[in-house]
């Protein structure tokens, strides 16, 4: 259903920090403190690990770890939000790739 992301719990105390975005609209940088809030018909909440990883790209049934074993949440936030996502780090490779074709023929 419809939602929308804003930028953060502190965004009530600083609305500097606010920018609201639909369900079809890009998603605003994802965060490693776990700090995303969702607007729901519902009311707000906070996003969920998984659910910050899928906004990064990840698939749904990407396995992170972690040194200890099974990751905590604050472990699965830094993660993904120091996480390169990965479509944008394969256009990243393709684009070098295709400069390396271009200049070395």
């Not at 930028?7 to 995303?36: A, F, L, M, Y």
């Not at 390169?84 to 790739?97: Q, T």
Request: net charge neutral; aromatic share 6%.
């Amino acid at each position: 259903g419809p939602f929308t992301i804003d930028g953060g719990r502190n965004s009530t105390h600083n609305p500097k920090q606010e920018w609201v975005v639909g369900s079809s609209d890009p998603c605003p940088s994802i965060g490693t403190g776990g700090n995303q809030v969702v607007r729901t018909p519902d009311g707000k909440r906070c996003l969920q690990p998984d659910e910050c990883a899928v906004l990064q790209g990840f698939p749904s049934t990407y396995p992170f770890t972690s040194a200890s074993g099974t990751p905590t949440k604050r472990c699965l936030y830094r993660q993904v939000g120091n996480a390169v996502p990965p479509a944008l780090a394969e256009s990243i490779g393709r684009a070098i790739l295709q400069l390396d074709k271009d200049t070395n023929p």
